[in-house]
């Protein structure tokens, strides 16, 4: 670079590396015989932890209620994907114990995605559990 302009011209690789069919400066993955790995199958991306799940869910509910999600009350791995259950509060109340409560039931898939969604419950913080 001189006085702040960027040099036009080709880019220059590192010394050995040879330019990838498509021009970027990949090298091309050989397996121990040499054979380019290019044809074969790639490695399926792990499973969804569950972690993850719930603060994808988190997002998804917050996102298509506008609520902030209090916490996750449940959480289930399911053979597509998983289930879990997110609490947020739909009404704000003085004293606190009278909140509006609601869970919602979320379905994401393997990758995090949205499946399904539905409020399954609403209640007030200071009800007792039965």
Same mark, same amino acid.
């Given at each position: 670079?001189?006085?702040?302009?960027?040099?036009?011209? =080709?880019? /220059? !690789?590192?010394p050995?590396? !040879?330019?990838?069919? !498509?021009?970027?400066?990949?090298?091309? +993955?050989?397996? %121990? +015989?040499?054979?380019?790995?290019?044809?074969?199958?790639?490695?399926?991306? =792990? @499973?969804?932890? @569950?972690?993850? @799940?719930? /603060? !994808?869910?988190?997002?998804?509910?917050?996102?298509?209620?506008? *609520?902030? =999600?209090?916490?996750?009350?449940? $959480?289930?791995?399911?053979? &597509?994907?998983?289930?879990?259950?997110?609490?947020?509060?739909?009404?704000?109340?003085? =004293?606190?114990?009278?909140?509006? $409560?609601?869970?919602?039931?979320?379905e $994401?898939d &393997?990758? %995090?995605? $949205?499946?399904?969604?539905?409020?399954?419950? *609403?209640?007030? /913080?200071?009800? @007792?559990?039965?």
């Amino acid at each position: 670079m001189r006085n702040g302009r960027a040099r036009n011209g =080709p880019a /220059r !690789s590192a010394p050995g590396a !040879s330019m990838s069919p !498509s021009g970027t400066g990949a090298r091309a +993955s050989r397996n %121990g +015989s040499g054979a380019s790995r290019a044809g074969a199958p790639r490695a399926r991306r =792990p @499973a969804l932890v @569950a972690r993850d @799940a719930a /603060r !994808s869910a988190a997002r998804h509910v917050q996102g298509l209620t506008g *609520r902030t =999600p209090e916490g996750v009350t449940s $959480l289930e791995r399911t053979e &597509d994907g998983w289930t879990i259950g997110i609490e947020v509060v739909e009404t704000h109340r003085i =004293p606190d114990s009278t909140d509006l $409560l609601a869970e919602y039931q979320v379905e $994401l898939d &393997d990758r %995090g995605e $949205l499946v399904s969604y539905r409020r399954t419950e *609403r209640y007030y /913080r200071g009800r @007792a559990e039965t």
